[in-house]
């Protein structure tokens, strides 16, 4: 048995404290701080959705640095949604967050006329706030395909 504190993620469990894992021949139990287990066995376990949870400070310094009201509207307002998009292929990943970030901010004004902008990047980091939690789990890719999927559901 594996000693842990870390503060996990699982569909069966919910959000918990793991104080422990025991890794048997052909499964996995995940003990919480409650107590409750969960047995997973090995072959599962890329498809169970374990994940670690970012620590608040971690995701307060992430949100900081995109919802700089300078980062926001760094895309020239000439450009067309389909330009936008095309554009994407030619950035690095993290311009292409702050790509989507542009794009969620222009789409959610559309919707709410006469919303002011802080107000509006407030909405809009909440929404992303459950999307971002989970970033240590995640590769850049798979936070950018997010991103990208939350911006097309607003659409």
């Known amino acids: ?26 499964r996995m139990v995940i003990t919480a701080a409650d107590g ?33 009201p300078q980062h926001a509207s760094s895309l020239p307002a ?13 950035y690095k990943m993290e311009q292409q967050v702050q790509l989507l970030i542009g794009l969620l901010y222009w789409k959610y004004v559309e919707g709410k006329k006469g919303i002011r902008y802080q107000e509006c ?11 971002l939690s989970f970033v240590l789990d995640l590769s850049m890719d798979n936070l950018v395909e997010r991103l990208e999927n939350r911006y097309r559901s607003m659409a």
């Open 78 to 90: 000439s450009l067309t949604l389909m330009q936008i998009q095309q554009s994407i292929v030619d």
């Open 36 to 68: 409750s287990t969960c047995s997973i066995p090995f072959k599962s376990l890329p498809l169970v959705g374990v994940r670690n949870l970012m620590e608040s400070k971690e995701a307060d310094l992430i949100l900081q640095e995109l919802f700089e």
């Open 121 to 131: 990047l407030n909405r809009i980091e909440g929404v992303l706030c459950e999307e």
């Open 1 to 26: 048995m594996v000693n842990y504190e870390e503060k996990v993620f699982h569909p069966n469990l919910g959000i918990c404290d793991v104080t422990g894992i025991d890794k048997k021949e052909k």
